[in-house]
């Protein structure tokens, strides 16, 4: 008898011919937070072998993978019905001990070799229980505590109670997007519904040196460490000096438009640095109708600048749905720092909310250092790498 967590998985279960495609990633996913913990696959769920791990400090981790949608901590015995009997009555004694009255035994029998089947084993078992502990009684409907029995083929799991987690779907299997990441409180919210889905990410920022200081700098990297939470393997952050594209859009376009120009600028690096990366999607914290850089036709024209899919997990939230997500997660501690992503100085004081996208690109024609002005500073771009996991590390490349 052995302490294991068991993790279930299901609306990967539903994904009949990539099924194994998952399953694979979602392991690799699992292993490498709870490592050195062992990692077995049963059909249908994932078991992760305590041994002489914390179990506290492997399911304080769990949460952060992706991909899983419930879990238990339990036992794994073999098939050996005398010692289930007797793990199912030390459980009992447990329970009785806290208190609780009334129970269940739901057994479920995926290895069909086994010569009990599931009614057997919930009546047999119950039935055990009972003589040991009268003071108990059976209610199947809504049970103060269940026994909760797992025939498998290789062993038998047992537990008590299950733990939502957040579901979603490995990070990796829907491919590598970039993240536009403000120092705010939207984009890093984005960034994780877009991890919950899948997809692996690397983030950029644009930053206006040296009106904004080291400090923005530390701030974006503690929001990458947040996020870096749920990457497997390492999180790149890139970091863009834009302050000679921001001024020369300030010096040379109506400042109505100053703030589409520079978002399409925005746009255009971040497509350049998602091309070389193969990055296939750009993921902001945009909302409809938020501000003015946010209404459609606003976002049709920075979209416009890219070429790639633009994905905006928060289109339908309002502020108070994404406060609320940015706090269980732990970024909005860290995005109402008071330290700024871009100088306001480079803000129009009434920007336009809606645009002709004609007019915005004869407009970008007529600034013609913006090109090369868009290169240097792409040229300029810092890397930082952020060791995954719960104690996620920085280190400048
Ligand atoms: P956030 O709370 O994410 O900052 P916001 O409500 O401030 O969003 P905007 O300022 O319109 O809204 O920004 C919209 C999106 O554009 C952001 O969510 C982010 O994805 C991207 N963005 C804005 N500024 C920057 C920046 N300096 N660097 C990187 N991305 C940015
Ligand atoms: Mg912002």
Redesign the pocket.
Known sequence: MEPVFILRYAEIGLKGKNREFFEKKLIENVLSIVRPAAVNKRYGRIVVRVGRNDPNELESRLRYVFGIQNYSYGWSVPHDYELLKQLALEIAREKVSQGFKTFKVSAKRGYKEFPKNSLEINREVGAFVLEHFPQLTVDVHNPEFQIGIDVREKEILVFTEKHALYGGLPVGVSGKALL????????PV?GWYAMKRGLEIQT????SPPMTTEKSVQKILDLGKVLARYVPGTLKMWIIPFTPVQMYIKENAPDEYSLILQRRS?MRIATMLARRNKLKAII???TLG??A??TLSNMAAIEDASGLIILRPLVGFDKLETTKVAKEIGTFEISILPYI??CVAFAPKHPATSCNINTIREIEKRLEKLPDLEYEVFKKRELFKITSGPMAQESQF
């Open positions: 536009l990441l403000s120092g705010g409180i939207d984009s984005a950029i920022t644009f930053l925005m902001t914290g945009e938020q501000v850089s946010q992503d871009s």
